[in-house]
């Protein structure tokens, strides 16, 4: 599966963007997919995953309750729909597809996407 995410751009502390990543192969839909992020000089880290049904998500602590993952699997779209956002926001973001396993939070990924960039300005 190829992933391309988009929707990245420049937006104020507080405001709302929704990323998009569009995935190749008629094989999506059996794939959990997952989020993750990279700011300049620290390491990726996982933001939000969901079930490859769209059954079920989880989240980093960081952005509970601001950030929400969906998927349309008759697309081949998941989204990150993020509020509320804030300049620890920043980051290069990924969207990665992963095998599923029992646990959603511990999916490995295998497959990843470039980035989409994020700044939030204070």
């Known amino acids: 599966v190829q992933l391309q995410a988009s929707g990245g751009g420049l937006v104020q502390a507080g405001g709302s963007l929704r990323l998009s990543c569009a995935a190749s192969?008629?094989?999506?839909?059996?794939?959990?997919m997952g989020w993750f992020r990279q700011a300049p000089g620290k390491e990726r880290e996982f933001v939000a995953a969901i079930r490859w049904s769209g059954s079920a998500t989880y989240y980093a602590d960081s952005v509970k309750g601001r950030f929400a993952t969906s998927r349309d699997n008759a697309k081949n779209m998941v989204y990150l729909q993020m509020n509320s956002l804030k300049p620890e926001d920043t980051a290069t973001y990924y969207c990665?597809?992963?095998?599923?396993?029992?646990?959603?939070?511990?999916?490995?990924?295998?497959?990843w996407g470039q980035g989409t960039l994020v700044t939030v300005s204070s």
């Open positions: 990665a597809a992963a095998v599923p396993i029992s646990t959603l939070a511990r999916a490995r990924y295998d497959y």
């Open positions: 192969g008629r094989t999506f839909s059996s794939y959990d």
